[in-house]
């Protein structure tokens, strides 16, 4: 694996080398108003890029996709008037070309462009020896070679002050996060490419305020490089991204309370703990939501066998499930107790269900 040739972050020109860069600010520039406001109140010793989306990738059409060029002109007083350095998402190459017009000093990529090499390379070759910041989300799904790959584009072209952003992975199954964290991801991202700064949006992994104290916090304990946090001067009524804004009181009064890890004090063993913890949590929630799925599908039995008259238990297909998850079982070095009193668990309640249902008529 080649390193990548990247300027040290210290020699970005932003922020202080003793401190995570900050980036904050709202996710969508919505008026000239809101911008001013909400930069006006992010200025702090720990802030130093005002972010703000011009150009908004919506899941859905119809919703709002942002205020487009004009917002570029919002981004610039807020950089002459405050002091504080810019930045912004692109997505296609005349994105790019308007940025640099007006002289935007973080451009980022979204996660949905990532996972896209046609439209990547199309950014590398428009942004071609820029000397701006291009940090690169990761895809949507976790898939580190995706993630590594929009980064190669970039620095081949060469765009050296260069900077991934883990903004989590999204899941089919429901979790307490918007976009699952996979912390090994970053992890290994780090281990393959020690050179490379990462930043961590505890926003768009969150999707709601509270978590956003704790995943930061846990990036801080990775020893992550910075964060990208957004925050709106009136965040239930941002146009987008609303459930998780924060005001920028809180987003100041949260970086002077996060704890700064240092990399030499023994911790090692503390951070992978610390990782591992998160995973399990994580694989925790995951299995809730599935047993959650699972239940579902009793209820349904229940109502099938419920209007069809039959018996709720069919004592051979409970036979047949047991083997089933018990050789399953083996194969992930699970012990046969073990699945059977996780499996009897999860059959009782599964009855249980389907006898609440037949007995609905
Ligand atoms: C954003 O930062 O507002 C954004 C759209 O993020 P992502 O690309 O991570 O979804
Ligand atoms: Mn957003």
Redesign the pocket.
Known sequence: MNTFDIIPMENWGLGNKNIPLGIAGP?SAETEEQVMNTARNLIHRNIHVFRA?IW??RTRPGSFEGVGEEGLKWLQRVKKELGLKIGT?VANAEHARLALKYDVDVLWI???TTASPFTMQELAEALRDTDKVVLV?NPMNPDLDLWMGAIERLNACGIKKLGAIH?GFSSYAKTKYRNVPQWQIPIELRRRHPELPIIC?PS?ISGCRELIMPVSQMALNLRFDGLMIESHCCPAEAWS?ASQQLTPDVVKKMTEELYLRKADVGGEAAVKLSALRQQIDEIDNQLIAILGARMNVAEQIGTLKRDNNMAILQSSRWEDVLAKTVADGERQKLTEPFIRTVFEAIHAESIERQNTVMNEK
């Open positions: 996710c989306g908004k990738p998402e979204g996660a949905r989300k903004r949006d768009h991204d």
